[in-house]
């Protein structure tokens, strides 16, 4: 009786998708497992793949076995996350997603090459990174859930760990590094904000008289590189994954024709179009301007953050005192302290290595000494803002093979590491065991980390 219900499942699912393949080598698409009531497809294979291959990520062995048993444990994950009812904060996506998108573009060379290489529009990318980066989020917080507090660890495991490794399987710790920053923003005279005002004000006048389209306006005009070509097009987003400011006009909008006011950003100043909401969700378009920076501006922003460091150097008040003249909020109340944000073992704390800098400040740190301050340089925010900063570097490590002396915390975080994985490995296999999975003939000749995926009586078949 069960294994009836499961062909009805099974059923239904290919039915439901529309893409029964066809005879022969004429296939549109195809299930290639079932995990549960869940379907892969191969074509979920294949954007995971080209996926990875964007972000310059490394496959480490045959792809069409590794990735679809990479989609299966995270179907088993997100089934778990729905059992405990986890949601995923919007800002959490929205935090990763321009990252995602710089990196796929930086790999690929332009957003132009990006849309052709994986076959989709940016926008169309976006939504589908979105959830991706949703899902990571859920099986990130369904593993923490399941880790719990079972691996909390003694000085004296972690002392037997590093005591039974061999001397040539030591970890090596590559330099690391502390650095506090203060930035100064480049004062821009209010005429050069009042013409890129005028100009808005142009363009919303051309749109809503009809002698102009929006979406050609943006592409001509806007200065959003990641939206402009797609006419402006931002894609869906709820109110929490776009800035307040922004949020706050584009939401209040309700006339797809109507043009919004001017509403400024960090990122510049904007102009909104509606073009269609779904619930809390709606898809914007918009075009951004941002007022030239003179490079008398520039060179007057420098001379003032120049002639702080001088004072800090001659002892007339500390860095640490300066930090409550910069303009970086996030660092301002912590020192100048910079935290690292990076995706690696180093998230959340103010170490960062070499290559998890940004780039212009990797370059000046290298060449600098614990309590050197440097000159004042330019430098580009996330927002594509240009400012000007000067750093101190307060700590550096340099790169060495771990020892318990100087490196308990990230050898610890090695075990933990390690303790955690034997804890999911072992729900992983118990949950395969107890869940209804069936692998395409033509998929399942492979070394999977996870065995039990095929069942007894499949693989007898």
């Known amino acids: ?16 998708s529309g893409i029964l393949s066809y005879a022969q080598n004429n296939v549109i698409d195809e299930i290639i497992w079932v995990v549960g009531d869940e379907a892969i497809l191969k074509s979920d294979v294949e954007k995971v793949r080209l996926g990875m291959l964007s972000r310059g990520e490394r496959i480490e062995g045959d792809p069409y076995c590794l990735i679809p048993e990479q989609l299966a444990v995270q179907k088993l994950f997100l089934d778990q996350a729905k059992i405990d009812s986890i949601e995923v ?38 939504d589908e990174w979105r959830e991706q980066i949703r899902n990571e989020y859920l099986v990130s917080e369904v593993k923490k859930s399941l880790v719990g507090k ?7 495991e972690v002392r037997k760990y590093y005591a039974q490794l061999p001397k040539d399987s030591l970890p090596y710790i590559p330099t690391m590094v502390e650095v506090q920053i203060i930035t100064n923003e480049p004062v821009i005279p ?4 009042d013409q890129v005002k ?13 002698t102009a389209d929006f979406a050609t306006l943006a592409i001509m005009y806007s200065e959003d590189p990641g939206s402009a070509p797609n006419g402006g097009e931002l894609g869906f987003m709820g109110r929490a994954e776009l800035l307040p400011e922004f949020s706050s006009v584009g939401f209040s909008l309700s006339d797809p024709k109507k043009v919004s006011n001017i509403v400024e950003t960090e990122y510049g100043f904007h102009i909104i179009q509606l073009i269609e909401r779904r619930g809390d969700r709606a898809n914007f378009r918009h075009i951004l301007l941002r007022p030239k920076v003179s490079t008398e501006d520039m060179n007057k922003a420098k001379f003032r953050l120049d002639s702080i460091a001088n004072d800090i150097r001659a002892n007339k008040f500390t860095f640490e005192d300066a930090t409550v003249l910069s303009f970086d909020k996030n660092t301002r109340k912590n ?7 990076k995706e690696s073992t180093n998230y959340g704390t103010p170490r960062f290595t070499m290559e998890e800098l940004p ?24 927002s594509g803002k240009e400012v000007v900063a000067i750093i101190k570097l307060k700590s550096k490590t340099e790169g060495h093979v771990a020892n318990v002396s100087d490196d308990y915390q990230t050898l610890k975080a090695i075990v933990e590491n390690k303790k955690h994985e034997e804890v999911l490995k072992k729900w992983l296999q118990t949950k395969i065991k107890s869940t209804y999975v069936r692998i395409d003939k033509d ?11 095929i069942k007894k009586d499949q693989a007898s078949k």
């Open 150 to 156: 079972k691996t909390n660890l003694t000085p004296s």
């Open 1 to 16: 009786m069960m294994q009836k219900a499961r062909k009805l499942i099974l059923l239904i699912i290919l039915l439901g």
């Open 335 to 341: 020192n100048g302290l910079m935290v690292n944000y």
């Open 89 to 126: 904060p919007a800002s959490a996506v929205n935090s990763q997603l321009s990252r995602y998108e710089n990196n796929v573009i930086a790999n690929l060379g332009s957003k132009e090459k990006a849309e052709e290489y994986l076959g989709s529009t940016m926008a169309q990318l976006r």
């Open 190 to 193: 209010l005429k050069d904000i």
């Open 359 to 382: 780039t212009e400040i990797g370059k000046i740190v290298n060449n600098m000494k614990v309590g050197d301050i440097s000159p004042a340089f330019t430098m580009k925010q996330n």
């Open 198 to 210: 005028d100009r808005l004000r142009d363009y919303t006048n051309r749109i809503n008289s009809g």
């Open 443 to 453: 998929w399942e000749n492979c070394d999977f980390q996870y065995p039990d995926w």
